[in-house]
């Protein structure tokens, strides 16, 4: 039973550290690209992988970050 609550929390952790991952490194390297999230999201998915699983998680969670975030790219 707490090897089932360790899995748990590690899971929510990672969950929590992908959250739209695509848009934060791209603002963290200055790309003010309207949805460059996004797109980095699709790039990581060409490129293939298990990195790319990841990217298909992250790509809705950085479709709506980058969204909402959309009045700041477009003032850049």
Partial sequence: MKRMGYKGAILVFCML????????????????????????????????GVISVLAVIDLPLSFVFDTLLLPVTLTR
């Fill in 17 to 48: 550290n992908l959250t739209a991952c695509g848009t934060i490194s791209s603002l963290a390297e200055d790309d003010y690209t309207p949805y460059a999230g996004v797109i980095k999201d699709f790039q990581t998915m060409r490129e293939g």
